[in-house]
């Protein structure tokens, strides 16, 4: 049987001035029980996400996280002489995500990518995610960690996990119940993947990422285009029995020039259909 929660990217700037209590209210009327936040001390207004942290744990909110993926953080080179240094920038960060963990007494998913690079050879990337994931279930056993198929747009960019069947195979190779997949449907939708997913790709999967895609072709944007099939892929996913998170991720910036009624009622719909595509 499917254990489905329904979260969103949470960021300080969602909030306003009608205050978190407010803004959650027609999210948790509408199916939202938990929020995921970037942990990443660079971005802009961090010492209000560590407090609107606090805040949603005190409102009963269940929290997830994702591992700092913008540069100047990378893992490449994880594998090589860069470790040390790679470890002393994450562990302040990944220690949050283990805090939290500790203080709500059950382990909390962070998502993850693959490493990065342009110069480096895929090869050495490939085992530069491997050894950081290894490294990442030997020291916090109070997480669990979930592999993101990576964005495929970037040009000259060389990224580990852009595609399904390398994700899966470097998540099988692990077996472990404390790494599974975090489907961005969003990101396999750019990577043109209209094939239905295996049952081993599906099963695989304790972490979702869902968003719509606009005509141009940018990412992050509320379930209203209708471009991504994710009706089809969640209902995949509850049929298998999936047991995780499903996240409503959005980029904020996407939405300049909307309204703020326009905002709410894209929201709220969006966790509505969520929802109903996982019952």
Known sequence: MADIKIGFSMHPRWVGQEGLEAFLSPLRDAGLSTLEFELDSRLEMWNETKKLIEKSFGLG??????????????????AGSNKKTIKQDFQPLLGIARNWAKRAGSQKTVVLHGARGEKEEHSKLYADTRAFCQWLLDSYPD???????????????????????????????????????CWDM???????????????????ITHVHVHDVD???????PLVYGKVPHAEWL????????????????KGGNLKGWQP???????????????????
């Not at 909110?61 to 994880?78: K, N, Q, S, T, V």
């Not at 005509?215 to 944007?221: I, M, P, R, V, Y």
């Not at 209902?235 to 959005?250: C, D, R, S, W, Y």
């Open 215 to 221: 005509a141009h072709e940018n990412d992050h944007f």
């Open 235 to 250: 209902g995949a996913l509850h049929q298998v029995g999936m047991k995780g998170i499903v996240t409503l991720e959005l």
């Open 186 to 204: 969003g990101h396999d939708y750019l990577a043109h993947r209209k094939d239905a997913p295996t049952t081993e790709w599906l099963e695989r």
């Open 261 to 279: 009624n326009e905002i709410r009622k894209a929201l709220t719909v969006s966790v509505k259909t969520i929802a109903r595509e996982v019952a």
């Open 143 to 181: 997480l669990r960690f979930a592999l993101e198929n990576n964005n495929p747009t970037e040009a000259n960019v060389i990224k580990i996990g852009v595609t399904r069947e390398e994700v899966l195979e470097l998540v099988s190779d692990f077996d472990s119940p404390r790494l599974g997949i």
């Open 61 to 78: 909110m269940d929290l997830c996280f994702h591992a700092p993926y913008r540069l100047p953080h990378r893992i490449a080179g994880f």
